[in-house]
């Protein structure tokens, strides 16, 4: 059992996870920032490594991306950043990004370089469902890796049973099928899609994320889902000065 699976077996809802890009604003900072996020009350935590054509980002995220490989972050210098996570930080952290880096990686290697440092659970929104079934599915399970899929408006509820019988933390509810950085609109459709969701009775626990930035969206979220993934918003504060600072009253503001 990961850290995932214990945190969602002892609480159920009002969860807070925040999404950051490893590399921005700088090097180096990435064991920092998350341990900086613990502190604040964060239940969990999406660490994104950079690609140059991240197409489902918004604006804000593209740009922390193109920072970070400026700054000269690779998957190489992330594991070696994250030899250090565990002993700072206790609450879970999954890896987010695509599946191209991954693949020129080696994805057995990723998956054992992940485990190495205490990752426990892989989000990559453009790994299709069959490809990570056939080919990919051994090396997260045998190094104990949550493989989290991603439901949109537009999933099929044939699919969304499929994605609930691979998934074993949680499944990522998408607040709409558009790119990140969006402000969470819910909409007559929204609501129907997200009630259509919760009248399934999925094993698994769904978290809303895309366009969760405030109190308001967060609590909107959590009436639907057991939580919520703040992203955009976090990064833009980490482009700010003497972010640290301002880091826990952030947190507060969405989460009082």
């Keep these: 059992m990961n850290r995932l699976h214990k945190l969602f077996n002892t609480k159920k809802d009002n969860l807070l996870s925040i999404y950051f890009t490893a590399g921005h604003p700088a090097l180096n ?3 920092d920032i998350a341990r900086a996020l613990e502190d604040a009350g964060v239940d969990f935590l999406e660490i994104g490594f950079p ?7 918004g604006p804000t995220i593209q740009q922390s991306s193109e920072t970070a490989l400026e700054n000269g972050m690779t998957l190489h210098k992330l594991f ?4 250090e996570l565990r002993k700072h930080v206790s609450i879970p952290v999954l890896l987010m990004g ?5 693949v020129q990686f080696g994805v057995e290697l990723f998956c054992k370089k992940a485990a190495e440092v205490g990752i426990d659970g892989i989000i990559v929104p453009d790994l299709p469902m069959y490809e ?5 599915s051994k090396f997260f399970i045998d190094n104990d890796l949550s493989n989290i899929f991603l439901v949109t408006p537009q999933t099929s509820e044939e699919r969304i049973l499929k994605i609930d019988e691979l998934s074993d933390s949680f499944i990522y509810l998408l607040s709409s099928s558009s790119i990140t950085g969006g402000n969470l609109q819910v909409s007559v459709n929204i ?4 009630k259509r969701v919760k009248a399934m009775r999925l094993k698994n626990p769904t ?4 366009g969760i930035a405030d109190q308001s969206s967060f609590k909107k979220a959590c009436e639907y889902a057991g939580g919520a993934i703040v992203g955009s918003a976090f990064v833009k504060l980490l482009a700010s000065d003497n972010y640290r600072e301002k880091l826990p009253l952030f947190i507060k503001s969405i989460r009082p």
Excluded: W
């Design 29 to 31: 900072t990435t064991v």
């Design 51 to 57: 690609y140059s054509d991240p197409v489902a980002d």
């Design 80 to 83: 070696e950043e994250l030899k």
């Design 98 to 102: 695509y599946v191209n880096p991954i």
């Design 132 to 136: 990570y079934e056939a080919l990919y």
């Design 191 to 194: 609501e129907d899609y997200y």
């Design 207 to 210: 978290i809303i994320g895309f």
